[in-house]
């Protein structure tokens, strides 16, 4: 039997347990003990002040058979874009400068006129943003569903592979570079609590790391002038885009992260913003809490062992004690 505890702080958000009982999260943080019951299972609800208590009775003969153990945390993972520092907005910016420099003309795309460039709204990049992880894949797709583009790249729309991946090269390049511009002009600041987490971290004598769908250049960048030098040559792992095959939701890059630093899945809790990100997580075993940003706040979350709008008032224990709390069933 698993259990973990989850920490909603997002307003009107709603549990229907019965047609009679529902419970209403205030935006402070409310405890809710989860158990993932077995399918022979029955199970039954209790209340209490500020939680949700969930019991299942099984058979004897299904709980003597089985033991649990708690889990150890040995590894702190962040993801980059959105954990450490709110980049979404950045990003669309580059693309769109992008769009613009290359004069990226969809044939039948409302983000483009006949007068103007392709220009991603922030309302379609939140959802684009939510189901693609990497650039590159964000553009091809794009191009599929609405026309491969005319532009300065190709005066005719790319019909073959080759040059519709020169294509997406080019842009995503010149929209890195654009990326880097950006984040290079100081203007750009690490979200609440990251640095102070990651410190805690190492003090404790843990393992830490990135782990970005992003470019490894654009990330590499981004981790210089937002945690550091020190903190960044610090890291025991660090893997971005570049180093796997597939992209988040993929959960190959934390699969691969754990290997690297030598640690068991189970055992490392990854810091994600988003759905994507939560299920690359959660598929290569790991735990996952969220800390939310303005595009994701909405996003199902119910597969984290805690949600927060930032990690201002987040200390290294709380985590540990987190972890400590999810119960493996052997």
Not at 74 to 92: K, N, P, Q, T, Y
Not at 128 to 141: A, E, F, V
Not at 142 to 166: C, L, M, V
Request: net charge negative; hydrophobic share 35%.
């Amino acid at each position: 039997m698993a259990s973990s505890t989850i920490l909603l702080s997002p307003p009107n958000l709603q549990y229907s347990l019965s047609s009679r009982n529902s419970l209403f999260f205030s935006p402070a943080f409310t405890a809710l003990r989860r158990t993932v019951l077995p399918s022979s299972s029955s199970s039954s609800y209790s209340l209490a002040p500020k939680s949700l208590s969930i019991s299942a009775s099984s058979s004897s003969s299904s709980s003597s058979s089985s033991s649990s153990s708690s889990r150890a945390l040995e590894a702190l993972i962040f993801d980059c874009d959105g954990v450490i520092l709110e980049s979404e907005h950045l990003h669309r910016q580059a693309y769109n400068d992008a769009f613009s420099h290359f004069n990226v003309r969809c044939p039948s795309s409302s983000s483009s006129s006949d007068d103007e460039p392709l220009n991603w709204s922030l309302e379609f990049y939140d959802v684009l943003q939510n189901q693609i992880g990497g650039g590159k894949p964000k553009m091809r797709w794009y191009f599929k569903e609405h026309g491969w583009p005319t532009s300065t790249i190709f005066q005719n729309p790319p019909e073959d592979d080759s040059n519709r991946a020169k294509l997406i090269d080019t842009l995503q390049d010149w929209k890195t570079e654009r990326y880097k511009q950006i984040i290079k002009s100081g203007t750009v600041k690490p979200r609440p609590g990251v640095l102070r987490l990651m410190d805690e971290a190492k003090a404790a004598g843990k393992k830490l790391a990135v782990c970005s769908a992003a470019t490894k250049s654009s990330v590499i960048l981004c981790l210089e002038n937002l945690i550091g030098l020190d903190r960044f040559h610090g890291l025991d792992c660090f893997l971005a885009g570049d180093d796997v095959k597939e992209k988040k939701p993929d959960p190959s890059i934390y699969i691969t992260a754990a290997k690297k630093l030598g640690v068991s899945e189970s055992n490392c809790l990854v810091v994600e913003d988003s759905v994507i990100g939560l299920q690359a997580a959660t598929g290569a075993g790991m735990s996952c809490v969220i800390t939310y940003t303005s595009s994701t706040a909405d996003q199902d979350f119910k597969e984290a062992i805690a949600i927060y709008p930032d990690l201002g008032d987040v200390r290294f224990s709380d985590l540990e004690s987190l972890l400590q709390d999810v119960v493996v069933t052997k």
